[in-house]
């Protein structure tokens, strides 16, 4: 069996590509790219030529509608977010409607998202405007300002401001406008009981709590025809246990209906939760399909589902169950933009999926001040810039490793018009085969397929072999992608056959049983636990020696909720424990520094996860020696994450 059945390629998703409607807007199907924020566009909100070359490129992608990113509407404080598009001044229509044209010179439809920052400005400036003074800690923290609560004079002028921002959409030709009431932003301060404390006519009952949003819901119908359809996004829920409830989510979209809206789309979680909103790995695929199918039956407008849909499957299914009239992808079109005809036309496996693992969007992108980014695409936000291209002189290329760096590299090299060989003496994924079996790493699994297949379409030659320096004589270049090692644990070791590494588990699943203690709680430690803890009768220890989980260098979004998604699924956490030697019948741990005896922490099994190591450079010793060209990529260059092992094979491989 390879790692491609898992998939069915030939399968068919007519429930996804037939035709839909909104209001009087006809789609060609019932895809919908999701507003992602790329902070592409110019300081002053306009739109640059980074924006319309990325939002054409997901219209060629075959979205039956295109959602732009969330866009201010005033120029006081609705500002969120460094690179955000505007439509608060007529200056921003000329460039929108070179967007929209853009688009729809691809056969999609286009959509705008308008939006007031509320508590969520990311700028770290004043003024920042709320519901009330309730703050993000971790903003409140990072920027050192506190929502000041919006007088009613203040909620006046943004309403009227929605309603002008969406009949400047309307001038712009955008088909459809989408006002963001959810993920935490302004409106959903004033709808959420956890952010809004107010007593006037904006707060207290739900009936205050969702007046604003109704009256921004007027202003836009009293600013633009009735045939302009207009959307609302929201949250079913904000996942605080005080927050927004589903029942008021439902009357709420029952009284959008009344006042005009035309389609609801369903999303849910805030910031202050990310997990839910852009949820991650761990966290469970079309997670807020409990709440939109609670709202389905309460309208007759359409709904559009979203939240970590990311694959056909699961998305036909929900349009196919009734359970939604529409689907929303946004990371999972950054991933990879032809999502939707690849789909269409039976290409399941040439997907690039989403890993849904927030480094190349957040970690590494946003968060950074920067443009989105993508792991598994490095030509995000950067479309049309770096082609891989043909190669001027083919060459004869061998790729020693079929990892993720050597099989991204392997498939790009062969696009470029080169012979290439792929060494690789094991099977094919390298540190990415410990994914399978898990559910809570299935996105990873799913990449692993992906590459796999890309490597094999192509009919590339594999060689089950180790690459040594004397067979890599006759080849023009080659490509080292040999990984890097475990780090290896350098106390006494009394027995190995239960003695496991982190890619050992996946193989062995079905063999382990009893307690199981995992020596390490940096990243791989800790995401092994929770691997770990799926199986049946299987209970978990991490031992760290470090007083804290996860503190190298790990993506933010995993420190925050993976501690505590281990300890939700039972696994003890033990910190400040060093383990000194491996026993037969368990570890050896004691206070870390300590010099003290160690106890005994019995296991029937145990995990080293300790990180890795830099990789050991004999190969391109040998081949500096023998004079054949070389270059190092992913972690045999230095240990890192699947981001830097897609990135580092994409651009190597345009400079061969």
Not at 386 to 413: E, H, S
Request: aromatic residues 6%; glycine residues 10%.
């Amino acid at each position: 069996m390879t790692v491609e059945s898992t998939l069915n390629p030939s399968r068919t998703f007519d429930h996804l590509f037939r035709p839909g409607a909104i209001a009087g807007l006809r789609l060609r199907n019932r895809v919908v790219k999701s507003p992602n924020t790329t902070a592409t566009s110019n300081p002053d909100g306009t739109v640059s030529q980074r924006t319309v070359n990325h939002y054409r490129r997901i219209g060629e992608g075959g979205a039956g509608l295109v959602m732009l990113e969330y866009t201010y509407v005033d120029d006081d404080a609705s500002k969120s977010i460094h690179g955000q598009t505007g439509m608060s001044r007529q200056d921003h229509v000329a460039g929108m409607g070179w967007l929209v044209d853009e688009v729809h010179s691809t056969g999609a439809a286009v959509g705008l998202q308008l939006v007031h920052a509320g508590r969520q400005r990311f700028l770290g400036t004043a003024p920042m405007k709320s519901a009330s003074t309730s703050s993000w800690d971790v903003a409140e923290m990072a920027f050192g300002v506190v929502p000041t609560p919006m007088t009613t004079e203040e909620i006046r002028g943004v309403v009227r401001s929605f309603g002008e921002a969406a009949a400047r959409a309307h001038m712009a030709r955008f088909d459809i406008v989408e006002v963001h009431a959810g993920h935490g932003y302004m409106i959903t301060n004033f709808l959420s009981p956890h952010t809004n404390d107010r007593t006037d006519e904006y707060g207290g009952s739900f009936e205050n709590r969702a007046r604003i949003l109704l009256e921004i819901v007027d202003s836009i119908r009293a600013h633009v025809p009735r045939t302009f359809p207009l959307s609302v996004r929201l949250s079913v829920t904000d996942y605080e246990p005080d927050g927004i409830q589903i029942e008021e989510t439902v009357a709420l979209c029952r009284l959008l209906e009344q006042h005009g809206v035309d389609v609801i789309h369903a999303s849910g979680g805030h910031h202050a939760l990310q997990e839910w909103e852009a949820s991650s790995w761990y966290m469970p695929r079309q997670l807020h399909r409990w709440g939109w199918e609670k709202i389905k039956p309460a309208v007759s407008i359409p709904v559009i589902a979203s939240g970590s849909l990311v694959t056909p499957e699961i998305a036909d299914e929900i349009l196919a169950s009734g359970s939604a009239d529409f689907v929303s992808l946004g990371r999972a079109m950054l991933a990879d933009p032809d999502w939707a005809v690849k789909a269409r036309t039976g290409r399941v496996l040439e997907i690039v999926p989403c890993i849904r693992c927030n480094d190349g969007c957040l970690e590494r992108g946003l968060d950074q001040k920067r443009s989105v980014g993508c792991t598994v695409n490095p030509q995000v936000a950067e479309e049309g810039r770096f082609p891989l291209g043909t190669a001027a002189t083919p060459k004869r290329v061998a790729v020693a490793g079929g990892g993720p760096a050597g099989l991204r590299m392997a498939a790009a090299l062969h696009d470029r018009g080169h012979e290439v060989v792929l060494f690789e003496p094991a099977e094919l994924g390298g540190a990415l085969l410990h994914a399978r079996g898990s559910t809570v790493k299935q996105d990873l699994a799913g990449l692993l397929v992906h590459l796999v297949h890309e490597v094999r379409r192509r009919g590339i030659e594999v060689r089950r072999a180790r690459a040594a320096a004397a067979a890599l004589a006759g080849f023009d270049s080659v490509v080292v992608a040999t990984g890097a090692p475990q780090r290896a644990f350098t106390g006494p070791i009394a027995a190995t056959d239960r003695l496991l590494g982190p890619g050992d588990v996946g193989p062995r699943r079905e063999q382990i049983s009893g307690h199981v203690v995992v020596v390490g709680g940096g990243f791989q430690g800790c995401e092994t636990a929770l691997r770990l803890a799926e199986l049946p009768g299987v209970t978990v220890t991490v031992l760290e020696r470090g007083e804290a989980l996860m503190r190298g260098p790990e993506v933010k979004y995993d420190v925050m909720v993976l501690p505590k998604r281990l300890r939700e699924a039972g696994v003890e956490l033990r910190t400040g424990r060093e383990v000194v030697a491996i026993e037969p019948n368990g570890v050896l741990a004691r206070p870390a520094g300590s010099g003290q005896d160690g106890e005994l922490v019995r296991a029937d099994w145990v995990v080293l996860a300790l990180g890795r190591e830099p990789a050991p450079v004999a190969l391109q010793d040998e081949l500096a020696e023998t004079g054949v060209p070389f270059v190092t990529i992913g972690s045999a260059q230095a240990p890192g994450r699947v981001y830097d092992a897609l990135h580092s094979a994409y651009f190597a491989a345009r400079l061969l």
